[in-house]
């Protein structure tokens, strides 16, 4: 009988702690660490960097990743890595946070951070809900989605229209790179990588702001099963939230 061989083509990245997470089901959380833990491996960042964890289903995230973390106060992650990056400007800083948390009770932080043209990364979860508290409305719930907060759905007359983060982010001055992925598809996780890697590569070359939106699923609080939710990202998410980059100043001429 011949010996078999056998390849490995598919492992978890050395940044990724071998661990369950507390996710549920269909969750995209997962997709997103590993994305991040495959690009902290493949630029050699792992030793260096420095991550700032928000309050939200990602708030375990400095057990999943293995790279040193700060957990910053509901929303204030920005601020926080602010102060971490010119303290430490040689390591790379990064915040990863939900549409509440960011959007929400942490608008102000975003904005003048990015505005700043802070030397950091954003990596920004939309899943067009509150998931640890409940399912709650959040600023990007979409137009007659219903939340534990909004029953009946969104109504726009009452509760505004769904906030478009990415395009808000872009139009400000000190951001080199703003775009936004998805991860309900091979396809458009692929792309999302790329965009990730990016905005990592402009904070290595000391450009400027970088921010990466990720459309993602929650099945739990959307009530559905993972597969209907990947459907929801493309048939009424990823209309109202376009993919792609917003901005580039490599293609633009760079930021003062």
């Known amino acids: 009988m011949s010996e078999m061989n056998e390849k490995l083509v598919f492992d978890r990245p050395e940044s990724v702690i071998d661990r369950a997470t507390h996710y549920c089901p269909g969750c995209h959380h ?72 960011l959007a929400s009770i942490g608008m102000a932080e975003i904005m003048h951070a990015a505005n700043r043209g802070e030397k950091m990364c954003v990596v920004f979860v939309n899943n067009t809900v509150y998931g640890m508290t409940g399912g709650q409305m959040a600023p990007t719930t979409l137009i007659g989605q219903r939340t534990t907060t909004t029953p009946a759905g969104r109504c726009q007359t009452h509760e505004g229209a769904p906030i478009r983060m990415t395009e808000i982010i872009a139009s400000l001055g000190g951001v080199a790179f703003a775009a936004r992925g998805a991860l ?37 609080n959307w009530k559905m099963t993972p597969l209907a939710a990947n459907e929801r990202i493309t048939n009424e998410m990823i209309p109202y939230f376009p993919l792609g980059v917003y901005k580039d100043v490599s293609e633009e001429g760079g930021v003062c």
């Open 30 to 101: 997962g997709i997103a660490h590993r994305l991040i833990g495959e690009l902290l491996d493949e630029m050699n960042l792992a030793e260096k960097t420095l991550m700032t964890t928000s309050i939200g289903c990602s708030v375990f995230l400095y057990n999943y990743l293995n790279v040193d973390a700060v957990e910053a106060p509901h929303g204030r992650a920005p601020a926080v890595a602010t102060g971490v990056k010119r303290s430490r400007p040689d390591h790379f800083v990064f915040t990863y946070q939900g549409d509440g948390d």
């Open 184 to 220: 309900n598809t091979v396809a458009n996780i692929k792309k999302a990588k790329k965009y990730l890697k990016k905005a990592f590569e402009f904070q290595l070359n000391n450009t400027g702001f970088g921010f990466v939106e990720l459309l993602s699923g929650c099945p739990t």
